[in-house]
């Protein structure tokens, strides 16, 4: 799925798209970016991309404030992108909130 801009603020589709607890990609200006739809409704969005061996960050585990990567467990901060668990690069981390509905993306 390709998203349209607007002035930085990204529209990427509507939240019942999003499963809780789950991520998805999403494609903005030719970037990969994961958005995960957390427990208590709140929005987040980083690179999708692992920077250790290219694992897809939309499909790992949420853990709190983590996301693992399910390819060799690497955990990302959802308000940093800074791995917790080595020494890997960060990913980078994109201000997301929901407004009636949608799912907006600041890139």
């Known amino acids: 799925m390709t998203a349209t801009t607007d002035h930085r603020q990204v529209t990427v589709g509507s ?3 999003l499963t809780p607890g789950e991520g998805r990609t999403y494609v903005i200006d030719g970037t990969q970016i994961a958005v995960f739809l957390l427990a208590d409704g709140t929005v987040r969005a980083m690179d999708a991309v692992c920077p250790h061996k290219a694992g897809p960050l939309a ?4 853990d709190g404030s983590v996301v693992t990567c399910p390819l060799h467990q690497y955990a990302f901060r959802f308000d940093t992108g ?3 668990t080595e020494t890997v690069a960060a990913v980078r981390v994109y201000p997301a909130h929901v407004s009636d509905g949608t799912v907006i993306v600041q890139f």
């Open 15 to 17: 939240v019942s798209d």
């Open 59 to 62: 499909d790992g585990q949420i």
């Open 82 to 84: 800074v791995c917790t």
